[in-house]
């Protein structure tokens, strides 16, 4: 009796619509016309796949004109990735799996995944897009020990097991491992993929099993690398996006050779996509970067630079974008975050001193901090109260949602924090109040950050005079980056405050690994964090009881092939949570402003502006946007006036 | 006069190796290497990190070898003409910087153009109109360009630039003409935007020259070869050209060997605040995630030009004048 995920449903209820794509008739892109006429490109027809995937935008657009947006730095180039959202298998806005590239995808078991191909489907140089793609970047790349020192990525090995790999027909793969892999196509529908293809017919003149020595000489000469695999590795990277001879699937196509202070992106002509008035997507045929730091990317957003704009704008510039609205024919619109906590606090459990680390592995000692947090007032008077107020834990719209959770030793209750401390024996206080540790000194708490924001900073300030009453001395120390990393995994900080968990959208099938220890970047356990990650080579072993029994539920859903059975363990694993609340959250739901020209149409008023789930703008299928034609063309041509 | 020039060459050597060690140093005091703070930036954009690339980096940049052996794998470079690999940019460091160099070029040269245009007239003209109400009042002026904060005279220039002139904010020209080749227009445009850097790292460099100038002149001009050409009855204005002038130029001349490198280098703080394509923030970034070669070959390039700097305005101040002697310096 062969089990099949809900997935495999979902797969064959969105491969309906696919079916219809014959009904559409397409269409020439104006843009593409002339070079069709010219006999240098092959109509739309050829272009396309036979089996083209239909998206039905909010409203149908007109083809043409050019987005403009800023960025920080060249490596934002790899943004366009995100934003393009295009991928084997993606997510919809409403986090269900759908085939995107893949014209669908059978899953056995969850344990054997055949991807079906778009029969027709090219890369954006026009060659065809088969399972020689994915034959080369699993056995020639892969599989190398040159090109990937460490072996397959770490989402491709179950039990330390690799995948076995047929190619079944040139429009079919297959890959089966002896256990269940759920993080498969989760990895593959991220916001930074996994690839798990190459353009063979491009990489292999790189590759020393294909290309002619005395060539490949001259190349690795030419580039200046040191040998053939460092230049396999600098060419391919679809994800960091700064080649522009690379072939790709996504809708925009780099043109510029970095370094540059402006990337020009131009349309794929052979993308997959369709509309149902026959356009092939996306509509816009141009998408400039202009990269600039990244501290005045507000103040060139509010003088009208960009049409489309959300990074490096923060909820407190809102103030000062929705001033200049009407000057600059845009509009400033709030979406949600959905990170579990805009702010929380991370007592850490392997801190190094041993009073502090009893401390902060005394549940009474981290619910005492919790409740002495005036939730609401941080709201008011940071968020215009506009933020939800509660611990780091998942969001109202997931489905594993509980408000429960959120509220869990969140309320303000200076009285009954001041009991749970007087239970665990700081009864002694000082001259002005502050309690006094078992060895004299004053319960003295450095909270360590990255120093990256005043938020955090302002927030702190106000915990500080809640915290005061109930006898706790806060000081906060802003670091940098690197060194406050450090510090925390070499158990050197007390408590350190940083944003929540990721993903606070988290559905049934999403990995919990962000609940349990598993990596040192978790900074309330860095050590056992690290102790996961290099497999016991450093790091101290978990050492608590709930802790391990947080590792053993994860390990035990990674095995489940239930829905039920991995929605039951969830739910153990958030209750653990939410009981020995192993970080403080503050608020959540932070609104992030977006800045959207009055030219472009397609944006969603309201939406989730996030890295996982969301991929940004990617969900909202930012191929589906365009611009209003005659004043996208008047823009191309004046210079930018503020 | 050659055994000089042949002295100060062969000295240059030893002072750029060590220089090249401090440098080596300094950047690899803080703990980690660009490969922990490259982690640790794509942690905090909560991006999967690529083991895979990490280790291909490691090996490629030999991070796993000891200090000195880097150092020498550096060092081995440089005087090969090698300038390395910028593992920040995935390029090499010589494109990298080679971008960037023209337009920092344009800005430093303009804005030595303009300290000296401002400062020269001015300078002269509060050392022979001393204590008067107007040697007041520009001094008052100069003063302030020497106090004010430079970032904070580039963002109030940027705020003003937008509001009235529509001068988009930051840069050096408008957004469409980047990448493109030259022409008329995006010169133009580079113009209109080359005022604000220029006004704003010229302000403190112009106080400071009037300054220098001023206190030059006026001990020139109390000296008794003055006062006897003026009794002889050379007007006022030629014989200020003709003796104390020339005199007091001496400064200007030594300063050209902090020019060269200064050419280059880019107003740091300045040019992130305006976002200025040019070096300076590019050394910043550089330096912040712990590029070793591109931080270090820049410096490094930076060194040398001093040095060569310093080589050649001694060279310049024995020709230009010949009460200075080189050659007395070795008994010293």
Known sequence: MRKLLPLLAVVCLVALPAAHAQAVEPKETPALEEAVKAGTLPPVTERLPSDALVIRPVELGTPGGSLHMLMASAKDTRMMVVYGYTRLVVYTPDYKLEPDIAQSVDVEDGRVFTFHLRPGHKWSDGQPFTAEDFRYWFEDMASNKKLYTAGLPEQMLVDGKPPSFEVIDPQTVRYSWAKPNPLFLPTLAGPDPLYIYAPAHYMRQFNAKYADEKALDDLVKQYRVRNWTALHTKLFRPYHTDNPDLPVLDPWVLKTRPPADRFVFERNPYFHRIDPAGHQLPYIDTVELVIADSKIIPAKTGAGESDLQARYLRFDNYTFLKDAEDHNDYTVRLWRTAPGAQLALYPNLNAENPIWRQLNRDVRFRRALSLAIDRHEINEAMYYGLAIEGQNTVLPKSPLYDPAYRAAWAAYDPKQASRLLDEIGLTKRDSSGIRLLPDGRPLEIVIENAGESTEQADALELIRDTWAEVGIHLFSKPSQLDIWRRRVYSGATMMSIDRGIDNGLVAVETPPDEFVPTTQGQVQWPMWGQYIETKSKSGEPIDTPDAQELRRLYKAWLDATDVGERAEIWRKILEINARDVFSIGLVAGVPQPIVVSNKLHNVPEEGIFNWIPGAFFGYYHMDTFWLTPEASSQASTAPSKG | ?332
């Open chain 2, 1 to 332: 006069m050659f055994h000089y020039i042949m002295r100060r060459v062969l000295i240059m050597i030893p002072t750029l190796i060590v220089i090249s060690a401090v440098i080596f140093t300094i950047i690899k005091l803080p703990p980690g290497d660009y490969l922990s703070s490259y982690i640790d930036t794509l942690r905090q954009s909560h991006e999967a990190v690529d083991e895979q690339k990490i280790a291909f980096l490691r090996a490629q940049f030999h991070l796993d070898e000891p200090a000195w052996r880097q150092y020498l794998y550096w060092i081995s470079g440089l005087i090969r003409g090698d300038l390395g690999y910028s593992a920040l940019y995935d390029l090499p460091v010589s494109q990298v910087v080679g971008d960037k160099l023209l337009l920092t070029f344009i800005v430093s040269f303009a804005t030595i153009v303009f300290t000296w245009v401002v400062a020269f007239p001015i300078g002269v003209y509060s050392a022979t109109h001393q204590y008067s109400f107007s040697d007041y009042g520009l001094t008052f002026l100069g003063f302030l360009g020497l106090a004010t904060p430079n970032f904070l005279l580039a963002l109030v220039l940027l705020y003003f630039a937008n509001v009235k002139f529509g001068i988009s904010i930051g840069g050096l020209m408008d957004p469409q003409y980047l990448d493109k080749p030259w022409t008329l227009a995006k010169a133009v445009s580079v113009l209109k935007h080359l005022w604000i850097p220029v006004l704003v790292i010229g302000a403190a460099g112009t106080a400071g020259m009037i300054r220098r100038l001023r206190a030059n002149l006026l001990d020139e001009l109390q000296k008794q070869y003055f006062v006897t050409a003026r009794a002889k009855g050379l007007s006022p204005f030629r014989a200020l050209i003709k003796y104390p002038l020339r005199m007091s130029l001496n400064p200007f001349i030594a300063d050209i060997g902090a020019l060269l490198p200064h050419v280059i280098s880019g107003a740091a703080v300045v040019s992130v605040v305006l976002s200025l394509p040019t070096t300076g923030p590019m050394l910043l970034e550089a330096l912040r995630s712990q590029d070793m070669y591109l931080a270090g070959s820049f410096l490094m390039f930076m060194a040398a030009l001093t040095v060569v700097g310093v080589f050649l305005s001694d060279l310049a101040l024995a020709w230009l004048d010949p009460r200075i002697r080189l050659e007395g310096g070795v008994t010293r």
